[in-house]
């Protein structure tokens, strides 16, 4: 911008006079102090001659040559001070101080910049480190997590069973919807989008729920059919339905039975339930079924008596485990549903199955003698375990029908000192062992410390006059016993012989006694000149016996 003044008249002109150079010095303004500075400004003042001339005198260094005469009219253009725009003298410099307060501040804004924005964006994307039932979201939008759900719900069918139904359901045959956004929704409402600088570094599982709606008489049709098909079969089943399931161990109703009793209020609650998580599978359980107390008694009865398998007992020992499956065969139902043991059932059981397995008289047995030395018996004798049948059908029944029996002891006619798996030795340590071999007899205690011991003569090994083998024990001791004979054929005794001592192995027909006949003992006798089955011992051997061997004491004889 430039400032004009109107130039002067030439009177005017012609009356100025010139000043001396002292006096031009003085009284004419210098250009500085006429025009305050302005800097770079492109301001522009308007002089006369004399002004331009004092201040090229004043200030040679602001022009190196003098300037041409110029005429009377000319209008100079010189640079102007800002301060002649508005003020008349020179506005101080002012030294602006360091703000360094604003570097931080500009920092603390840039951060909560940062932490909105990070906040509005986990409000529609999943944190890192995010999984839904398993599947990672990590920073994924949660709209993918609403499109693969709606996708899911659109392809979607379920497999019903339990309770005589098996039957597969399509979203398509009961118009089945589901609320995918409502799903996405929990999801993300689920993580703390205000706290996720922290939860950076955490890992999460999400467990996102939405609702399904379905036509409820789509359904209805398709259950229906099944019942009206389970009642024609239903008709044909007996005890009301109510079977063995041999793999479940427990009794349950027939499918065809159960499926009558469908109640359909029940079954889509459990319907409900499958198609708000999208399950595959569905389990109809209790609730969507029409209560039946009669047939619900009746089977809450039959499974107490299969509650548990049974341990049959002999002495401390379980002899034999009643299986559930065995006990579910001798259970019956009459027409008003009573339950009851079938009897002639349980008595062909213990008479073929029970009492060959646990019973050990006549059984032969492996055992290791005190010495060491291994034998094995034949299967004779009348030592070991015998059962009472008749007595033991009735302890099965009765213990049975009190409810989840696990132990039940049989009633025996004979016991043995302890019961082992058949074929092993029932005895205890107190037992005397024959050895027909060696010709010895030793009576050991419970410690295996030998008691008494004696060479003895056995019967002669001919078919006819054998000792017996077996495992037997002491049924008898008899003081001045009487011997006799088989009857010949004029009915007398085939002998008659005096003995001390008498203890009884095979009843009366075979012991152990003193034989004063004979003055030698063990070796080879028995094979030419052996007794006709009794074992001899001679009267000293014969007597100690006697006074410490026990009516019960177990007694192995074996080659």
Known sequence: MAKHFAKSSASHTANLQPLSSEEATEKAPSLKDSVPSLGDTDMYVALNEEQVKANQLNEPSQATEAPEEQADDLTVIAPLDSAELGEKEEAPVVHKKHQWWKIPAALVGILALVYVGGAIFFNFFFMPQTSIYGKDYSLKPASDLQASRANEASNYSVQVSGNGVDLTIKASDIDLTYDAAGYAHDAISQQNPWMWPLELTRSRSLSPHATASYDTSKADALFNQRIEQAKESAQTLENNGITYDSSAKKFIFADDAIATRLSLEGVHKDLQTAFDNLSTTVQLGPESLISAEDLDSALKTANSYVASAVDLMLGDSAAYQLDQDTIASWIKFDENLSISFDTDAITKWVNETLAPAVDTRGTSRTYKRWDGKEFTTKAAGAYGWV?????????????????????????????????????????????????????????????????????????????????????WYITSHIRDARLLGPNDENGKPGWDAHVDFWLGVKGQEVGFHNAPWRSAFGGNIYRTGGSHGCINLSYENAQKLFDIAKDGDPIIIHY
């Open 387 to 471: 059962i009472d049948n008749d007595a033991a059908v009735k302890a099965i029944s009765d213990g049975l029908s009190a409810g989840q029996a696990t132990k039940i002891e049989l009633p025996t006619k004979q016991s043995a000192d302890k019961f082992t798996k058949q074929g092993e030795q029932d005895w205890g340590g107190r037992y005397i062992d024959v050895d027909l071999t060696t010709q010895h007899a030793v009576l050991y205690g419970d410690d295996g410390t030998i008691l008494w011991e004696a060479d003895v003569v056995t019967g002669i090994p001919d078919g006819h006059h054998n000792t017996p083998e077996g495992v």
